[in-house]
């Protein structure tokens, strides 16, 4: 019973906490699904978007200019991500690597060197902070993220729906063609590039103000994270969801499932130092399960074939 109990109070906090990764993931959707692309810079640019929109904030900065420019940092080292694949030949992972190296030292210089910084709901106008998130109150930080998700997804479904997202939709379908069509197909590259990280850095300081604080580290792992949603969204809803921006939602619906079952895991009392172990075996059964299910259709229906074989050949 007690164990029910304590996961029913670590509900709030996960669905928080999905709903701000699903906006990374649905960032991650962009590059991984879209445009068939492996783009590893959003471990650095997650961490970006929290450095920039902490450092603004501790300055006195608005709070929605401070989000803007964490989103704009985002977009600014997903442009040299895609600039180092298109114009300079190398292979989009390596591309991501590279930049997600760089934004290590430039993410500490924004933060003056300092490796972890506080922003405490007591001393600046967070939008959501996780102290609420169990409160029925206007500072629950739940249907300020829920509406924050809705947006995202109606903004990108406009977008996508336009020629210029019909465009990056067609290069990432069928580059070959898109390009005898006429399209432009490394500038929707890095144009895709630059809008998958900067929902990433948005989620990043998403994060920051929800956690109260900034890491270097924080952003350690969200490909495997966002990889995570997309595949869980995919599995679970890909034959429902086929409209577009019910994809969108359906990614960010796997994040909060992987936190709730992160959550699981965690309140049957593994240790805390087991995180990323746990997360990666959550991954691999999620990416398993289409292949288990192919297997498993394979042998419905090879039985079937050879009994109608065998009929027609009598």
């Known amino acids: 019973m007690e164990f029910f109990s304590n996961l029913l109070a670590s509900l709030p906090g996960a669905v928080a906490q999905g709903l701000i990764w699903g906006i990374m993931a649905i960032g991650v959707y962009i590059t991984f699904k879209v445009l068939d692309l492996a783009d590893l810079t959003v471990d650095g640019t997650m961490a970006t978007g929290g450095a920039v929109c902490l ?28 600039v180092l694949h298109t114009f300079m030949g190398i292979p989009a992972i ?10 290590y030292s430039i993410n500490l210089r924004i933060m003056d060197s300092k490796a972890n910084q506080a922003l405490s709901v007591d001393k600046y106008p967070l939008l959501l902070s996780q102290r609420y998130v169990r409160e029925l109150s206007m500072n629950n930080p739940l249907p300020l993220l829920l509406l924050f998700t809705a947006a995202v997804i109606a903004i990108l479904y406009w977008f996508f729906g336009t020629e210029k997202g019909s465009s990056l939709r067609a290069t990432g379908a069928n580059p070959h063609m898109a390009r005898a069509q006429g399209i432009n197909t490394n500038s929707n590259i890095v144009l895709g590039l630059m809008v998958s990280n900067g929902l990433v850095a948005l989620s990043g300081a998403l994060l920051a103000q929800y956690q ?6 924080m952003g350690r792992g969200a490909i495997v994270i966002g990889l995570a949603a997309v595949i869980i969204g995919e599995v679970i809803f890909g034959k429902i969801f086929t409209n577009f921006g019910l994809t969108l939602l359906a990614v960010s619906i796997g994040a909060i499932i992987y936190y709730i079952v992160l959550q699981i895991v965690l309140q049957l009392g593994l240790n805390t130092n087991d995180l990323k172990l746990i997360t990666a075996l959550i991954v691999a059964v999620f990416l398993a399960i289409p292949y288990w299910k192919s297997k498993m259709f394979r042998r419905k229906v090879q039985p079937q074939s050879a009994k109608n074989g065998g009929n027609g050949h009598a």
């Open 94 to 103: 390596l591309a991501g690597i590279l930049t997600q190296l760089a934004l």
């Open 55 to 82: 450092v603004l904030m501790t300055h006195g900065v608005n709070l929605w200019v401070a989000l803007l420019c964490a989103f704009l940092a985002g977009m600014l080292a997903g442009l040299v991500t895609g």
């Open 212 to 217: 109260g604080s900034s890491d270097i580290n």
